[in-house]
Structure formats: structure tokens, C-alpha cells
């Protein structure tokens, strides 16, 4: 399994921006695929996930009600559509693809993308 993410950028607070995740292969209902997100010098984060068959999503808290996580499975896309972005939303953000189902920590996926910069600013 191979994963690319895109669509990162610079956007104004209060902006939107989409992130794209092309996953190769072919994904199973089971599996799930996660976004991931990076700040410097800090962890690496969870932000959003979907089971790959049913849907099934879960989000941090702190983007609740702002980030939707979606999947095109003809396409064999994932989507992070970020809404009323925020400055601490800037980081480098990654796909990822877990074979095991959901799950929110980094260990619990397989194959990572290479990530992508999304920068906000005030």
C-alpha cells in the first residue's frame, strides 16, 4: 500500500482547505485510513479517521464541527476537508493506512504517506 497526500497550502484563519490522500491497492471494508498531523518540535497528532467499507468516522476534539474526513472508494481517495481554520491547525499533515481498523494512535497504522504543509495564518 502506497499513500500520497495533498492539497496543503497557506490559508487565512477562518479559511478552508481540502487534503487529498491517493491510497494504491485495494482496500478492504475493514481497513481504515487516518489523518495524522505534525507540528515542530511536538508529537505527532491524531485528527480524523475512516473505516474504509462502512464510513465510520472519528475526529479529534479539537477539530470536531470544523474538519470532515471522507472517502471516494472509486476513486481510492481519502479527503480532509478543513473548515474555519485555525493558526494552531498549521503542521505538516499525513495519511495514513491502518489494516487493523480505526484507530487513533500512530501505532496503529501500517503505511504512511509523506505528508503535507498546511500553514495558517493570523
Known amino acids: 500500500v502506497q499513500l500520497q497526500a495533498s492539497g496543503g497550502g497557506l490559508v487565512q484563519a477562518g479559511g478552508s482547505l481540502r487534503l487529498s490522500c491517493a491510497v494504491s491497492?485495494?482496500?478492504?471494508?475493514?481497513?481504515?485510513v487516518g489523518w495524522f498531523r505534525q507540528a515542530p518540535g511536538k508529537e505527532r497528532d491524531f485528527v480524523a479517521a475512516?473505516?474504509?467499507?462502512?464510513?465510520?468516522?472519528y475526529y479529534a476534539d479539537s477539530v470536531k464541527g470544523r474538519f470532515t474526513i471522507s472517502r471516494d472508494r472509486a476513486e481510492n481517495t481519502v479527503y480532509l476537508q478543513m473548515n474555519s481554520v485555525k493558526p494552531e491547525d498549521t503542521a505538516v499533515y499525513y495519511c495514513?493506512?491502518?489494516?487493523?481498523?480505526?484507530?487513533?494512535?500512530?501505532?496503529?497504522?501500517?503505511?504512511w504517506g509523506q505528508g503535507t504543509q498546511v500553514t495558517v495564518s493570523s
Open positions: 495514513a493506512f491502518a489494516k487493523g481498523g480505526l484507530s487513533t494512535i500512530p501505532t496503529g497504522y501500517n503505511y
Open positions: 491497492g485495494r482496500p478492504y471494508s475493514s481497513h481504515a
Open positions: 475512516i473505516r474504509w467499507g462502512y464510513g465510520t468516522t
